[in-house]
């Protein structure tokens, strides 16, 4: 167990509904990662915190997407008018300041009907 | 081309063979380097760090080269338990991971 929680594990939506996802990190980082991964691929990266400062974005993520970290501590992905593409696992991790090793949480298995 | 390339396998050896892994990577500034080890719907799990003077986990050993932008894992007295995907990872100066597809690995009885 890293010690970073993801909030669902699982969610299963109808395209078109909105979604929202949480992400608890390691108490003591400070840098805050999302990602995402379809089958048979390896994670990408969608955007990155420093604290509560969103300081990177993937041209992955598009204007149905959002993602916040309001007082430096937890996070939270909404994915608007979700699509079937939207399908995928998101996964969330953190790192501290003076490393470079990131720990993944469990990730939440989004799955759009 | 992708930025991180890895041969998808899958590698199929026995108990106690010794496999290897190599990957590729196209950007020259990246800054650090990982084997990342995934279960099957499971989250990645760091491996090990890689450095360009090499370093050595137990039965895990990985390798850098810069010049040749290459890196390896080499498992040796590969046990059942082994059996995962093995992602190639690179890290940009703030952190962004980019990842290869992975290499699946299983070992058999």
Same mark, same amino acid.
């Given at each position: 167990? /890293? ?8 969610? *299963?939506?109808?395209?078109?509904? =909105? ?6 990190? *390691?108490?003591?980082? =400070? ?30 993520? $598009? ?11 937890? $996070?939270?992905?909404? *994915? ?18 003076? $490393? ?12 759009? /009907? | ?109």
């Amino acid at each position: 167990d /890293t010690g970073v929680s993801q909030d669902p594990r699982h969610k *299963i939506t109808k395209r078109g509904q =909105n979604v929202t996802f949480r992400c608890d990190p *390691i108490s003591e980082h =400070n840098r805050l990662y999302w990602y995402r991964q379809t089958l048979g691929q390896g994670p990408e990266f969608l955007t990155y915190f420093q604290n509560e400062a969103q300081l990177e974005k993937s041209r992955l993520l $598009s204007d149905r997407f959002s993602a916040e970290r309001p007082k430096g501590s937890f $996070s939270t992905l909404e *994915i608007q008018r979700t699509e079937q593409g939207d399908s995928a696992m998101y996964l969330c991790a953190s790192r501290k300041q003076d $490393s470079y090793e990131q720990y993944f949480g469990p990730g939440t298995r989004l799955t759009v /009907t | 081309r992708k930025e991180v390339e890895q041969d998808p396998g899958p590698f199929n050896v026995p108990e106690g063979a010794t496999v290897a892994f190599n990957c590729t990577y196209s950007n020259s500034a990246s800054q650090s380097f990982f084997w990342y080890r995934q279960d099957c719907r499971k989250e990645p799990k760091l491996l090990m760090s890689v450095y360009s003077s090499g370093n050595e986990d137990g039965r895990f050993t990985a390798q850098l080269n810069r010049a040749s932008q290459y890196i390896s894992l080499l498992i040796r007295d590969s046990k059942l338990s082994d059996s995962a995907t093995y992602l190639c990872t690179i890290g940009t100066s703030y952190g962004k991971l980019t990842f290869g597809q992975g290499t699946i690995l299983t070992v058999h009885p």
